[in-house]
């Protein structure tokens, strides 16, 4: 399965490196993370909320959980909350439920992404399917993407010794 279409031309026409890497069958961060031998805080997950009754992509690190109160606290929202696959589905016709790339600008969505994502060089992220992964610098994903940076997950806490 090649990867999405629309992403590699957006990649190939912005002139940006980037590697794509073909893996055995994978369904979560964690999972394809382990199999390609890199930290889970590496790779990009997409969720799909709906804030203030809009769908937003939003993306965090592969080894959290999104927090809602957390992201309705930094989105000044009156409510978020996660959207169902029956609401997302239609805005990605082309890819793998649960493989989607967090570029939401070519699925017509805003994205957010959690800060944490910054603090990498590279990020990882599905390539559309279940079986193939991207590696792509981060600084070519936010000029590509645009994204609002806003904190999604619940930092964690540093407990005293």
Avoid: W
């Avoid at 990867?3 to 912005?14: N, P, Q, S, T, V």
């Avoid at 709906?50 to 690190?61: L, N, T």
């Avoid at 592969?62 to 959207?83: C, D, M, P, Y």
Wanted: hydrophobic share 45%; aromatic share 8%; charged share 25%.
């Amino acid at each position: 399965m090649p990867i999405l279409r629309r992403l590699k031309e957006l990649l190939d026409e912005a002139r940006v490196s980037y590697e794509v890497y073909n893996h055995p069958l994978a369904y979560t961060a964690q999972e394809i993370a382990a199999q390609q031998h890199f930290s889970g805080k590496e790779m990009a997950k997409v969720v799909v909320l709906e804030v203030d009754g809009r769908p937003v992509m939003g993306v965090i690190p592969g080894s959290q959980r999104i927090n809602l109160n957390t992201a309705k606290a930094s989105l000044g929202a009156k409510a978020v909350k996660l959207a169902t696959e029956a609401e997302f589905i239609s805005h990605f016709p082309e890819c793998e439920i649960g493989a989607m790339p967090p570029f939401g600008n070519l699925f017509g969505l805003p994205v957010v992404v959690d800060p944490a994502l910054e603090k990498d060089e590279h990020i990882y992220f599905n390539a559309g399917n279940h079986v193939q992964t991207v590696r792509l610098k981060y600084s070519d994903f936010a000029q590509l993407v645009k994204p609002e940076i806003a904190r999604l997950i619940e930092e964690r806490k540093r407990r005293a010794a």
